[in-house]
Structure formats: structure tokens, C-alpha cells
């Protein structure tokens, strides 16, 4: 989108690290009433990441896994309990609090039901203009100016300005969320399943304006989804979480070509267009429940549902390590790669 790259200048440099997460945790403490001890949920149990400046890093996972914990903690929204987190090469839980206000405008959230963060007794123009009224000295007229060229760059009309968000429908909402979200040039975006509500032919819309916009503004993306297809789309890495654990974590085509972790086989086999039988992809089918954060697997945390489980795997945890070319925490993911095994 040539608009993109002419309005804005680059929040950051391509190829610069935006954000870099280093064994993030997060820990829910849940009262159970006076007299009995409180239980600890491990939401998200240490995950390391980083993204440039231009690039996504989709984090994936069934519903329940920490994906929006994640999502909150480097919105800079909740304080993890443990781990640090850099945003543009300034250290969060550390900084001052002059730094912190201004790394709050580097990085903006957008949800998955844009009608629910839409004040709907505003006008768009009054929406767009909120978060500059608040932290920026623009005049009325400089702000106004400000929305109106959003409104354009979302690919939404000049008209849109007066109007009220219930005039709009969902795919429109969500680019009025992305609009907002990007009034203050953040470098980071995190969205949080911000296609899931929508049908699949807004869907692609939707993605198609977030990476135009990713291309012309640099812009990074932490873009969290449960669905594989719309991650194959926006991706350029992927972090597979399950139970608050990072499983797998690599390039999008690495994975996707060749999945090596049980979980992500069987996500991508159940995702209807990626499921193949080339290497790596043997149908693992996901059998039982996730079990319950509270009382996770003593091993390996996908043991309980995994197919190929043995006794250290019910035992052991495994930890991320190299192999073919991304990190992945199995046991029995060299051996289940072996050329002799392929396709068993
Ligand atoms: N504020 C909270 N207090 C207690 N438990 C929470 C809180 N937020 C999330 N959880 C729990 O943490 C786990 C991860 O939730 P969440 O991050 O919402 O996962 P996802 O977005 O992948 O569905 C779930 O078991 C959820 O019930
Ligand atoms: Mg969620």
C-alpha cells in the first residue's frame, strides 16, 4: 500500500528487535475461601521470544493454553511474575517511569471483538482521536487530520468520520480497532485473535490490510490465533503453546513443512488444508482433554493426549532444543523424524 509508506515514517528500522520476551511467566493466585490455601495457576510457564521490526510471530494454541496472558504481559496490560521483556531494546520491568508511558504507546493491543472496545456512544473521529488527546499536544484540527488519513489508510471512507460504530459491520469494526491502534506509530502490534469472529471472506480482508500495513509501517506483529489456516497467511514465525509451554517454535515454513512436536502435528492435521502426508505430517488425532492448568502432567505437559508417549516422557520434562532447523521440547521428536520412522 504506497499510502502506508508515504504517511508514516517507519516506527523502527527493518530487521531491529522490537520485542524480545525471555522466560516469561505469569502465575494466577485463585482464593478458594478463607480457610483453605489458595491455588497457583501457571497461565504461562516461561516462553522466550523475539520479533523485528516488519515481521509476525504467530503464537498458536487451543483455547486455554496462555495465549492472551502472553498477550496481555507484553501489551505491557498485566506484569508477568517472572521473566523480562525488552521492548525496543529498553528493559519493561525496569524502567523508569517516564520510559514505561512511552513504551505504552509502542505497543497496542487489538482483540477479537473490536464492538466491545468501541465506546458506542462515540463517533469514529472521536474514537480515532482518544488516545492523541491523551498523550500527544496535537491541536483539534492537527488530530482530526490525524483520523482522517487512519480512516483512509484502514481502507475505510472520509464519510466513516461522524458515524457511530454500530453503523459498521464486523470486518469494518475491526479495521476502526486497527485505526485506533495505530493513532500513537506503535512498532508492536498484539492481536488477539483479531479475525475469529468474522467470516472467512472478511477474514482474508482483514488479513490482507494487516499485512499492508505491516510492509508499509515496519510494524511488528505478536498475532495470536487457535487457527493454523489464518496463521499460514500473516505468519513468518510460529510459537506453538500448549499449557503454557512453548512445544515447538520456529520459521512458519519450517513448521508447517515439517512439524516436528506430536501437538503441532496434530493441530495442523486437524486444521482443514494443511493436514498432507508428507514428512511430519502423520495424523496424530488429539485424544482426551487439555488437562487443567491447576494439576498439569508431572512430564512432559502434552504426555497425558500424545500418542508416541513413554515412560520418561511422563516423567520428564522436556526442554526447547535445536533440531532440523527450529526448538522443539520432545523427547522422541529425533527419533519420530528419523528417515526410517518417516511416515509410520
Ligand atoms: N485473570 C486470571 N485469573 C486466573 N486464571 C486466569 C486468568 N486469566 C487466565 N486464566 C487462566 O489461565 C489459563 C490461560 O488462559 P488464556 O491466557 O486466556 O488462554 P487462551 O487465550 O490461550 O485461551 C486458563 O486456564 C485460564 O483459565
Ligand atoms: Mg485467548
Known amino acids: 500500500m504506497s499510502q502506508a509508506a508515504t504517511t508514516t515514517t517507519p516506527p523502527a528500522a527493518p530487521g531491529t528487535t522490537v520485542v524480545r520476551a525471555d522466560n516469561l511467566r505469569q502465575v494466577y493466585t485463585i482464593k478458594k475461601g478463607m480457610l483453605r490455601k489458595p491455588d497457583q495457576l501457571q497461565a504461562v510457564s516461561g516462553v522466550s521470544f523475539s520479533v523485528q521490526a516488519g515481521k509476525t510471530l504467530a503464537i498458536v494454541g487451543e483455547s486455554g493454553c496462555g495465549k492472551s496472558t502472553l498477550a496481555r504481559m507484553v501489551a505491557l496490560i498485566e506484569s508477568p511474575s517472572a521473566g523480562s521483556l525488552q521492548l525496543s531494546g529498553i528493559d519493561v520491568m525496569n524502567a523508569s517511569a517516564q520510559d514505561k508511558r512511552a513504551l505504552r504507546q509502542k505497543v497496542q493491543l487489538v482483540f477479537q471483538n473490536p464492538y466491545g472496545s ?32 487512519m480512516l483512509a489508510l484502514v481502507g475505510l471512507r472520509p464519510e466513516h468520520y461522524d458515524r457511530y460504530p454500530h453503523m459498521f459491520s464486523g470486518g469494518q469494526r475491526q479495521r476502526i480497532a ?16 483479531p479475525v475469529s469472529a468474522l467470516d472467512v471472506s472478511i477474514q482474508a480482508q482483514v488479513l490482507n490490510l494487516l499485512a499492508d500495513l505491516q510492509r508499509g509501517l515496519g510494524l511488528a ?3 495470536i490465533s487457535h487457527d493454523l489456516g489464518v496463521v499460514r497467511h500473516i505468519a513468518h514465525d510460529v510459537l506453538v503453546m500448549y499449557l503454557g509451554h512453548t512445544v515447538e517454535h520456529g520459521e512458519k515454513n519450517v513448521i508447517f513443512t515439517r512439524p516436528l512436536h506430536p501437538y503441532t502435528q496434530a493441530l495442523l492435521g486437524s486444521t482443514p488444508g494443511l493436514a498432507g502426508s508428507g514428512p511430519g505430517r502423520q495424523r496424530t488425532v488429539l485424544k482426551g482433554e487439555l488437562p487443567s492448568p491447576l494439576n498439569p502432567p508431572v512430564g512432559c505437559v502434552f504426555s497425558t493426549r500424545c500418542p508416541y508417549a513413554t515412560d520418561q516422557c511422563r516423567r520428564e520434562r522436556p526442554q526447547l532444543e535445536e533440531l532440523h532447523g527450529r526448538k522443539v521440547a520432545c523427547f522422541e521428536a529425533e527419533r519420530l523424524s528419523a528417515p526410517s520412522t518417516k511416515g509410520q
Open 118 to 149: 468501541l465506546n458506542p456512544r462515540k463517533r469514529i473521529g472521536q474514537i480515532l482521536e482518544a488516545p492523541l488527546e491523551i498523550n500527544t499536544d496535537l491541536n483539534a484540527n492537527q488530530r482530526a487530520e490525524k483520523a482522517r488519513s
Open 178 to 193: 486497527i485505526a485506533r491502534a495505530l493513532m500513537l506509530n506503535p512498532a508492536l502490534v498484539v492481536a488477539d485473535e
Open 221 to 223: 506483529y505478536l498475532f
